[in-house]
């Protein structure tokens, strides 16, 4: 029997699963790239409850759960913000901020609700692009965002997790 994936918003009471799972799908993503003291630092300024109940409370900022039978698997966070990438400010645009998977869950059909949920989004609210970063190195994702019709825009930018030298990659598409 295949899996029923459930896609929500997340509520501001729900603050605290949020950041223990951004925690933990940032560390199992990154965790080989950096230092330990770099990401625990990272973790700590981004993914603490202070800084997450600010973002669920931010009017347009969308923040979702995806759930497999009821378990939480993955979430999602995109909004209209052209503060990382000026260049789009030239189309009404959607950033997908955050899109990740509980490590048990890959391979679950998660990850492809969770990218309708933002392209639905994007095409009922009439947005004629979804951008997003994504480290230069994990091609996976990259083949999994290429798969959406995502393409490279041929713009960088600097992601340093702490002392630790990243970069990303911005990629588009297009309505």
Known sequence: MEPIVTIRPIGITEVEQLAAMARQTFYDTFA????EKDMQDFLDTHYNTARLSAELAMPGNHYYFATVDGVPAGYLQFMEDYTGFPLMKQWKALELKRIYVVKEFHGKGVAQKLMECVLDHARANRYEAVWLGVWEHNKRAQQFYQKYGFK?????????IGSTPQTDMWMWKFF
């Open 152 to 160: 490279d825009s041929g713009d960088r930018h600097d992601f340093p």
């Open 32 to 35: 080989d790239t950096c230092t």
